[in-house]
């Protein structure tokens, strides 16, 4: 499968598995096919982490804490809700951890600044890539859990190839989000956009 049929065509349907209105089976797999579609996983998360470092590029602390409107994230709580989530996958490959807890007391990690956001963010990916890389076609069907939903006041039951799937949709997901929120930003307060987005 090459790289581009697989972002044209699979992330549209793992994208629909993170709004956690699922599950829809994912589709059967040899263990050849399996393992290629996690090196695939593992490259695009390996995209998508440089990435969210360059959209950060120039970024100030006051910037960081900004909101959209009260309700809003911050691009601060997103980052330490991707390290978090970071984190919790490594646990899920080795079951274990906050993998292990049902309702979760936080979903962010926070610290002082960003250069200690990204020490411990830096560190849970690459940690995540060596679980996923070192994982074999038995490992991945193994059956999981994801985390819990308000709505259903349950996990769901899913299998550990969902997870890495999900982890990867999740990622595009808020790269876009703190895209999107740094716009206005620049806008409102006249810095320069061109750092972080040439458009």
């Given at each position: 499968?090459?790289?581009?049929?697989?972002?044209?065509?699979?992330?549209?349907?793992?994208?629909?598995?993170?709004?956690?209105?699922?599950?829809?089976?994912?589709?059967?797999?040899?263990?050849?096919?399996?393992?290629?579609?996690?090196?695939?996983?593992?490259?695009?998360?390996?995209?998508?982490?440089?990435?969210?470092?360059?959209?950060?590029?120039?970024?100030?602390?006051?910037?960081?804490?900004?909101?959209?409107?009260?309700?809003?994230?911050?691009?601060?709580?997103?980052?330490?809700?991707?390290?978090?989530?970071?984190?919790?996958?490594?646990?899920?490959?080795?079951?274990?951890?906050?993998?292990?807890?049902?309702?979760?007391?936080?979903?962010?990690?926070?610290?002082?600044?960003?250069?200690?956001?990204?020490?411990k963010f830096t560190?849970?990916?690459?940690?995540?890539?060596?679980?996923?890389?070192?994982?074999?076609?038995?490992?991945?069907?193994?059956?999981?859990?994801?985390?819990?939903n308000d709505h259903?006041?349950?996990?769901?039951?899913?299998?550990?190839?969902?997870?890495?799937?999900?982890?990867?949709?999740?990622?595009?997901?808020?790269?876009?989000?703190?895209?999107?929120?740094?716009?206005?930003?620049?806008?409102?307060?006249?810095?320069?956009?061109?750092?972080?987005?040439?458009?």
């Amino acid at each position: 499968m090459r790289r581009k049929e697989f972002l044209l065509g699979a992330i549209p349907a793992f994208a629909g598995l993170s709004s956690l209105g699922f599950i829809s089976k994912l589709p059967d797999q040899n263990d050849e096919e399996l393992l290629a579609h996690v090196n695939l996983l593992r490259e695009l998360n390996n995209d998508s982490f440089g990435w969210i470092w360059s959209i950060l590029k120039g970024i100030s602390e006051e910037e960081m804490d900004w909101k959209i409107n009260e309700e809003a994230n911050t691009i601060r709580w997103i980052i330490g809700h991707l390290t978090w989530f970071e984190e919790w996958a490594c646990d899920a490959i080795e079951d274990t951890g906050l993998y292990l807890i049902n309702e979760q007391p936080t979903t962010s990690f926070q610290a002082g600044n960003l250069e200690e956001m990204k020490t411990k963010f830096t560190e849970g990916h690459e940690k995540y890539d060596l679980l996923a890389k070192n994982l074999t076609a038995e490992q991945i069907r193994r059956p999981s859990q994801y985390l819990y939903n308000d709505h259903d006041k349950k996990r769901a039951d899913v299998d550990l190839r969902t997870i890495l799937a999900i982890h990867c949709t999740h990622y595009y997901g808020h790269l876009y989000q703190i895209r999107m929120i740094r716009g206005p930003y620049s806008r409102i307060n006249e810095t320069d956009k061109s750092e972080f987005d040439k458009w």
